[in-house]
């Protein structure tokens, strides 16, 4: 070796030992505290906030289909009204009015009604009025002076049903009944787009869980070489010291143990990034094993479950059927296709003139009492009826409603095509992560061929160190293939779940695996219970 090299790798090997011993005052203190992926979705569910917010909105998209049934809900109208008229009477009023030359009236009027709409469109309403009426009017004509002092008080009363029915436009059970069946559709799509955020985030945080998983796995391997290359700095110092190794010898070791220190430093951020990445789907401030609270003794959090390398893995036909069942994109397609056809049936009828039939019946009485005129109507009252076609159509063909039905039809063909389009999208996806999950079991089985030879061939090289037969660069070659390797097996295990995540996400079936599914009636109890509080 030349003289510049030495001094380079001493250079080297001086700054590795600083590094060493700045890291080793980091070693991890306090208790260990093992997280279950179960207990840890569970607590993310009940206090993420993005899945509170969603489900809120789900909630009220409920109450707002539920409003619209208030369509059908009967209206009471009361009033009551208080008239006062005093005035002179021109030639034709006095002759009309015995010669009065002033007429003086104070008239109490109740109006009270009860309408409502049906579902064939029509609206009916039954009334009742009575009216007071109290004027100078002399009923007598000539038998009595011309005076204006004669006043005369009589109760009028009529009660009676009106109906209006569209014939045409705005007749039928369709139209009617659109708005309640668009309001309950949206409210459809609204838990959907719950669903698709309570997906969302669950399948980030289980993510953010495995990646705790490879973060701490890199650790204890990273634990386990420097172990390794402690080793085997002390069997070098204790051989050169004997006199059957070279000072570079050592130097080499305590390089391979500071770089290997120096990767367990690294991976101990990353441990910590990927506790931090894990509160953020809580809600919950620094966990213990964060920077400080290990410092200060705190307990570690470390992911207790394993993923799995043996999983079933959906099939395409399998999945499509989830597909068609659960993906809320997809769901929240097929919903917006039936609204359109709602719409375009509701623009269609829209497009009639209008025909209206129009109907009273009512009977009315009259007395000097209140009693007396409601019996009035039961003994001496005959009916009035009316019946009759209101007729109405624009003269130029009714030019916003023709458009507005061309329009619906048009949008109708939009969400046509984006479900057909959603449907491909979802497929092509489907099929490329279930290729990409098959692809990842078949490299976990290779990584664990690769560990195990390595694992053999380190044992191996051990034995022959201390043999003698070889040299501690050759025993840290090894090591370090096995390191790699380990490294590979850990992320194509943590790939392989992460492709599952996928995989189930994309057919809309995440929630039903981990038992987190939410129906309709589980959403509008929760939101009971916060409208409660």
């Not at 700045?22 to 991890?28: F, H, K, P, R, V």
């Not at 709602?342 to 025909?355: G, K, M, T």
């Not at 030019?399 to 039905?405: P, V």
Request: charged share 20%; net charge negative.
């Amino acid at each position: 070796m030349s003289r510049l090299n030495f001094l380079s790798l001493l250079s080297a090997v001086c700054l590795a030992q600083s590094v060493v011993a700045a890291a080793q005052t980091n070693d991890l203190p306090g208790t260990v505290s093992f997280l279950q992926l179960n207990d840890y979705l569970a607590r993310v569910v009940k206090h993420n906030d993005a899945i509170q917010a969603q489900l809120l909105e789900a909630g009220a998209s409920q109450h707002k289909a539920k409003s619209e049934y208030g369509a059908f809900e009967p209206v009471l109208d009361l009033a009551a009204t208080r008239e006062a008229n005093r005035r002179t009477n021109n030639v034709e009023q006095q002759a009309s009015q015995n010669s009065n030359l002033l007429f003086d009236e104070q008239n109490d009027i109740y109006d009270a009604g009860v309408e409502t709409l049906l579902p064939i469109g029509g609206k009916v309403r039954l009334g009742y009025n009575m009216s007071a009426l109290d004027n100078n009017v002399n009923p007598y004509g000539g038998l009595l002076s011309s005076t204006n002092n004669f006043y005369t008080k009589q109760y009028q009363t009529f009660v009676g049903a009106t109906l209006t029915q569209p014939l045409l436009k705005g007749a039928g059970w369709a139209v009617t009944m659109a708005p309640l069946r668009l309001a309950a559709m949206d409210s459809d799509i609204a838990y959907q787009q719950y669903r698709r955020q309570f997906m969302l985030t669950v399948s980030r945080a289980e993510s953010a869980y495995w990646n705790l998983y490879y973060a701490q796995q890199q650790l204890d391997f990273y634990d386990e070489s420097v172990k390794v290359s402690q080793e085997l700095l002390n069997d070098t110092r204790q051989k050169s010291q004997a006199g059957q190794g070279s000072d570079l010898d050592v130097m080499e070791a305590q390089s391979g143990l500071a770089l290997r220190q120096t990767k367990h430093n690294e991976a101990l951020q990353d441990y910590y990034d990927a506790i931090g990445n894990l509160l953020s789907f809580t809600g919950d401030s620094p966990w213990p094993g964060s920077h400080e609270a290990v410092s200060a003794g705190g307990t570690l959090v470390r992911a207790a479950d394993r993923p799995a390398s043996t999983n079933t893995i959906y099939t395409y036909q399998d999945g499509m059927q989830d597909v068609l069942t659960c993906n809320p994109d997809y769901l929240v397609a097929s919903k917006k296709v039936d609204e359109g056809r709602i719409r375009v049936e509701v623009a269609r009828n829209q497009e009639y003139p209008e025909l209206n039939f129009k109907g009273a019946y009512g009977f009315s009485g009259l007395a000097t009492t209140a009693g007396g005129a409601m019996d009035a109507m039961e003994t001496t009252a005959t009916p009035a009826w009316s019946a009759g076609l209101e007729f109405s159509m624009p003269l130029f063909g009714d030019i916003k409603d023709r458009n507005l039905y061309k329009a619906a039809r048009l949008a109708l063909a939009e969400a046509s095509s984006t479900l057909r389009d959603t449907q491909n999208q979802i497929a092509n996806h489907l099929d490329l992560m279930i290729q990409k999950t098959r692809a990842w079991q078949d490299s976990i089985r290779s990584y664990q061929t690769v560990v195990h030879f390595n694992e053999e061939l380190l044992k191996t090289q051990t034995e022959r160190l201390k043999a003698g037969t070889i040299d501690a660069h050759k025993l840290l070659e090894v090591e370090a293939d096995l390191l790699d390797s380990r490294q590979q097996l850990a992320n194509a295990m943590v790939q392989y779940q992460r492709s599952l995540i996928d995989c189930n996400l994309t057919t809309g079936g995440i929630l039903k695996h981990h038992n987190l599914e939410i129906s309709r009636e589980q959403l509008k109890h929760e939101t009971a219970k916060f409208l409660q509080d």
